[in-house]
């Protein structure tokens, strides 16, 4: 038997072992309740909080200090001193009044409140009365008098009310009289030192120093652990938007972005050289500020930077870094580490623009998104949709030129060195590579592809069709060619650069790089081919964008003349492999057998002759890379485009894209970075057949290209969640999307100003005014506005609808000094339609009938008008054109004809021209005639009692009669 | 080190550890005279001292310690999902060297013709409170500890929104399904995911029943119940704990075997062609092609599968278990049997697949019966 003092275990061991662990408990349990309590955020509030704080008391100082120096602020503090003692010594006399006045207030109230009692023993008394009436009970007449009684009661009350109020007033009134003065200027201080005032009141509410300290108590207690879930000063603030949606795959989740929470001035202009993450937001007329079109209430963060808007620190954000050096400064400083399993990291800065193109798809050119609107033009120059389903793209022409009619063009020999390597001959081509790429570079694949340029060469050249071409005349001037090239507008489109330039990828180098750059031609093409080519475009090429400038014969001659001049040596010299008809059996017995066996090639294969391998290789070749994509070839008509669909590139999760055994950082830009830098890096290392290979081409893309190229890749993505957010499709928009793909695809920027962009041609112009026109520098940077293409700024609300179309389809001249020709591009209806709805859309002009104005003058004012119009006053005709008087002078003075006006300008349009020329086109030789800052007085005097109004009314109406 | 690492890697792989641990749980838990005499030469039995627990654990320690210098063995060790195995791998061999310790400990009393240590233990009283209770307290105290500061040092292993169009790769179960998983591989999903836990949950209830050595009740022996201690052991230790480990550490991606120092590489590819019984009766031994009948296809898979169920247990019977049927009895001894067989049935299939590339035994696929 154990007696109860027993012990198994000893109770001291024991004693000791649970004080122990109780203490190891309570440790824990203070270390489990700090490391939810200590969060990086809250340090950052803390310190935004003596931030701001010192900033406050900065202003408030300035604030101070600014009022201590305005002499009107303290004189109006001496008037108040002054007046102060004045009330003082006059006021002070109301000792007897201001007694009255607080019997009087009470006895006031007393009525008040008898009163409101009265009022509602009233309506208890009328009930009474009602009711009893209704049931017609036996105490009607009892009801009837007391009632009666207490509305009487109510009565005498309510005028008694009414004159104890109106003593009070009259007593009231005689003593406030006595301090209106200095009433009214201390009103007047109070709005003097209004700032000085808000900033104090602020100071107050969040400086512990000048705040009393019961509040400086209750700020520290409330944000204590535990009592904090009520109404701590430190708390995490979010944005929680309705219309743009988080996708969690199930369902679309309205989106939370907390970044504000450490991000504190992102929206307060005062913190522009604050520390991170204090900074205000680097653009806040455009984003996040609340008359900006993206208010942060309507947008939030990661809507356009991609992260993670409910991290609240700094690696769950998933910020990630834009370089090597940022990522080793934040692995230091913040102790950053990229966000596991998370699909989109914040935008590294380079991108950040493809965050734009979510909502602003459809627009052609984004607004002050540079990088994104490069990185659209490259991938529509590059012609990356013709191979990689691109939805925006479907229904593009083909990036490249026919290849049915090639016999008539090219020589064999030609094709293949210039497949084998396009930039051996056109140093900046935006034909691709195919061929001798990183991973095809072994001796092996080397010979293979001697070959197969062989056989694609050989199908090309097997299926081309014939091409009639007429004699041309016997011979073409060069030197006359070079110069119409200089002069026509060739280089708007086309540049003849013989080595490579050093310069920095723009939308403007693309527009000049349009069509190709016109050298070693000689080494190219005949004579004959090119001045058919150039007479009509459209004859070789259906769908060629190349226009028509209406050259005659003559011309075209001279221009091929000078084309032909240039060869490249170099490319006629590099030798040809010869054809090795083993290699093209492998490679077609390759093909053959992915269908059928190996005995059923051979048998087939021995029944062919060269010629058929070739050209039967040749096809399975074309079709493997795909070369149908970019251009027409015979056979390839309905085939299907061969790279990955694009549409949604960006939102492709990160382990659908194949890293190879290449080691990078596993995120989406990082990829396609580097497979726009050599598009088959993820080959490296791996055994691969020859037809299992990577065969994207290699673009050589520079630096700038490929960032911007990865931006709007990045910008592909699936916009489900802010399908609320996106540009609206109204008609006004649709136009003027319609009119934009045409002004790309025409290139009409690189010699129209459209947009405020545009002009690419003007330095060229400036070359041609130096070299031909015998012009200095400095003269013919003062005339090259005058002889580049017009701009077109506020064309819709310049021209008639009618004439416009027109003159798109036949351009005619109206600029006779101008070397440069507006091409025919032969548009069809529906684009020549597009293009008059896109200018009037852009000035939101009404289409396509619009009111016109009475244009009908008396006799009195026709010769009003030709007063102004001649040489005494306004002296038109010193510039214009007047039908077939020109005027004198040299042409860059020269304006466009007046005959055209009635047919080509909108009335109201010349109204408004005639008042203030430079405000509709900066910089037009127009003279202002009528100064805008001194309208009134502008205008001749004797001319219509000098109403200037009548003066420009009765010259537009007279020069709309000028045509007839 | 390099060398060292690619010898675990290369022993880590299921068909070298596997077999060893089977030979080596009968050999540390013999259930004849004949393991037993092995173990004896060999001096195994000398683990369960406090001198063998001590060179089991610092050889357990050394192990992790070397293990967790290279990268590949940390990143999956202190995965913070799988810590809670690291810390299963310690505590089952330290519970099982303290039975079997006190449970040779307990031999040797008997052998002796002394008590068991238990029996000194059962006269002697203690009282639910302080004894009982207080260590209780203290116990439930230092576990709230533990828990505290594993959920403040590790955080929860959340994964990304789930995304039905994209799986995780590896798409494990959870720890404690890990064996059932492992046998996904050898198994037809129903055997594997049905069939088997069944016959666990049963197995494991009939153990009373089955059992009828009076010996050895109450306190820690082994050699009493070496038979029954051995078939345990076999089943908890090989079939359940090792396979937990196995999924835990050394399945990787597309449910890959990895080595614990190899890299979990996504691309990794093993050649896995495998054939049915069938197949190898007809096309390989007989030269013919299948037989359109599928009974008649299958029947090679069903006569093994009736031989090893009807004709094993009476063969034994008459053989290696006429003692167990002597004092089983016919019913007891046919439930044991089959039991036993089908849990023998798991590693047998294990080494045929590794041997012979058999998928199934019987093949069925056109009504989903695949054994």
Redesign the interface.
Known sequence: ??L?D????K?SA?NL??SV??L??LL??G??FL?DYLRQWKQHQTEFRSLEIEKTKLEYEAARKGLEGDEEYQTLLQKIGQARKDYEARCSGFESEKKEVEQLSVRHNLAEQEHKFAKSELDAARFRYESAKAENARNLEAAEAEFLQVERQVLDLKTELETTGEELNKKKEIISQCGEMLRNLEREERQMASRREILERKLKTIDPSAMPIASRLADKVRDLPVIDFANPSLKIKQVVLRDITDN???MQVPKVDRCVTCHLGITDPDYRDAPQPYRTHPNLELYLGKKSPHPIEEFGCTVCHAGRGRGTNFSSAAHFPSSEEQKKEWEKKHQWSPME???EPMLPLQYVESGCFKCHSTQVTIREANRLNLGIHLVEKAGCFNCHLLKPYEGWPKSGPTLKKLESKLTKDWAYKWIENPRSFRHNTWMPSFFNQSNTSDPDSKKRTEQEIHAIVHYLFGTSEPFEMDPIPASGDPEKGKELVASLGCLGCHQIQSSPLEEKATRDLLRRQHGPNLIGLGSKTTKIWLTHWLKDPSRYHKDSRMPNLRLTDQEAADISEYLIADKNEAFEKRPIPALDEKVIDDILTGFLTKMETRAQAERKLAAMDLNEKLNRTGERLINHYGCYACHDIKGFEHANPVGTELTEEGSK?V?RLDFGLIHLDHTNFAWFEQKLRDPRIFDRGKVRPPDEKLKMPNFYFTDEEVDALVTALMGFVDTTSVKNKKIPRTARNLQLEAGQKIVHLFNCQACHILEGEGGAIQPTIKEWLMTYSGRSEAEADAVTTSFSPPNLIGEGKKVHSKWLFEFLEEPSVIRPWLKVRMPTFGFGESELNTLVKYFNALDDEEFPFAKEPDTTLTPEEVLSAQRLFSKEYLDCAQCHIVGDQLPGGSPDRWAPNFALAKKRLKPEWIVEWLKNPQELLPGTKMPTYFDPDAFEDSGPPDILDGDENEQIRVLRDYLLTLSE | MELFKSFVNAVTRPQVLFPFLLVFTFLMFPPTEFFYKVNKTLRLHKLWTAAGGLFMFSFMLAFFAFGLTDSDFRAIVTKPDNVPIVGLIFLVNFFLWFSMKQAYENDAKIEQGKEPAEFADSKEKVLVWPDLVYIEFISLILCSVLLMVWSILLKAPLEEPANPSISPNPSKAPWYFLGLQEMLVYFDPWLAGVVFPTAIILGLMAIPYLDNNKKGRGYFSFKERKMAVSIFMAGWLLLWVFLITVGTFLRGPNWNFFGPFEYWDVHKLEALTNVNLSEIFYMVWLRHSLPQNILLREMPGFTVLLLYFGFLPPLLARTLFKRLYDSLGGFRYSIFTVLLLLAVGLPIKMFLRWVFNIKYIVAIPEFFFNI
């Open positions: 038997m154990t109860p027993e012990r198994h275990y109770s024991l072992i649970f662990s109780s190891l408990l824990s349990l270390w489990l490391s969690v795959n199930f399993r998370w699909e999760p382990h």
